[in-house]
Nanobody, 115 residues
Framework: QVQLVESGGGLVQPGGSLRLSCAAS????????MAWYRQGPGKQRELVAD???????NYVDSVKGRFTISRDNAKNTVYLQMNSLKPEDTAVYYC?????????WGQGIQVTVSS
């Protein structure tokens, strides 16, 4: 069974940091773009960042300079390093990846930025 499993969320104070991880498991013969999305309270889901297999990255303007997406192709894992977190970063974060030519989503992980 192919799936994405996220980890690393939680509660952090403004200005703090968190690192999210998302590992793909199962019988996987191809992974292309991997991405992180988020959905805040009362908001639509938005793309936070994505990364191609070759390492090209793209970020939403609101996180540029604060978040860094990376991947380890040998481990089928994508990461999101989040620094200088703000209350408006509070959301459920979802991992997304093209696995075996099909789109998959993780179950979502809560990130709460609050003092």
């Amino acid at each position: 069974q192919v799936q994405l499993v996220e980890s690393g969320g939680g509660l952090v104070q403004p200005g703090g940091s968190l690192r999210l991880s998302c590992a793909a498991s199962g019988t996987i013969f191809s992974i292309y773009t991997m991405a992180w999305y988020r959905q805040g309270p009362g908001k639509q889901r938005e793309l936070v960042a994505d990364i191609t297999r070759g390492g090209n990255t793209n970020y939403v303007d609101s996180v540029k300079g604060r978040f860094t997406i990376s991947r380890d192709n040998a481990k089928n894992t994508v990461y999101l390093q989040m620094n200088s977190l703000k209350p408006e970063d509070t959301a459920v974060y979802y991992c997304n990846a093209d696995l075996n030519f099909l789109p998959y989503w993780g179950q979502g992980i809560q990130v709460t930025v609050s003092s």
